[in-house]
């Protein structure tokens, strides 16, 4: 039976979207926490922002092999690496005593997400075919959302107090939580099929070969000015 022919098809959608939420989790978590992050590490403003938008240059960089790396390895362990990295990212904020360690551990976030943005859609394209797997895109990309605004609203109201009004103790808590879906992840989620053949062109080869078909040089462009929009005015 095809994959998209399988009702575990709907257990793959929700472990995405537990994987999705907490990539938003992750990603949204140090916006409310900057007040007590530059006074307890005594940071400037500039070196706040530099922090705030290193893991978007991290994850720039990562996604060039991230595709490479999931043909490979296929979407199982691929997912599960970049969680438990946007996780261990989270955690080792917890022992920042500067700017250096809490740029390196915000940083590394942007080294998991493009497992996690890169191979949601491939296990998508896997397990849902036609007008369902629409359903399951719109489905599962509602958990970087929900994710992201569970960390917005509820971080200083909710978790701060619950955990002592630590921001240490917060992003220790939401590593553990991160930590705790890759843990679901690998236990329930499944591979199927080939991993693909795309690493034996050589991604050089591939980019060249599609970047010539204009109905790819269109959404690239269309891609390259909604994300530029999007991140300057969310960010």
């Not at 795309?198 to 891609?223: C, E, H, S, T």
């Amino acid at each position: 039976m095809a994959p998209h022919q399988m009702r575990y098809r709907w257990v793959m959608l929700s472990l995405l979207w537990l994987l999705y939420a907490a990539f938003g989790l992750i990603q949204r978590s140090i916006a409310p926490l900057v007040t007590p992050i530059l006074k307890d590490l005594h940071l400037s403003y500039t070196q706040m922002g530099f922090i705030l938008g290193s893991w978007q240059l991290t994850y720039i960089a990562a996604a060039f092999i991230a595709g490479t790396i999931i043909d490979r390895w296929g979407v199982r362990k691929s997912l599960f690496t970049g969680a438990m990295t946007l996780g261990l990212s989270s955690a080792l904020r917890y022992f920042a005593n500067g700017f250096g360690v809490m740029l390196a551990a915000v940083s590394l976030s942007g080294v998991g997400g493009p497992m996690i943005s890169v191979g949601s859609p491939k296990a998508i394209s896997i397990w849902f075919k036609g007008k369902s797997r629409g359903t399951a895109v719109g489905i599962y990309l509602t958990g970087a959302w929900i994710g992201g605004v569970f960390s917005l609203t509820l971080t200083n109201s909710f978790i701060m107090p619950l955990v002592g009004d630590s921001w240490r103790n917060t992003f220790l808590l939401y590593g553990i939580v991160t930590f705790a879906a890759c843990l679901v992840w690998w236990l329930f989620a499944r591979d199927v099929g080939d991993c693909g053949a795309a690493g034996d062109v050589g991604m050089l080869g591939l980019f060249g070969w599609l970047i010539k078909v204009r109905n790819v040089q269109v959404v690239l462009a269309l891609g390259l000015l909604t994300f530029a929009v999007f991140h300057a005015l969310t960010n």
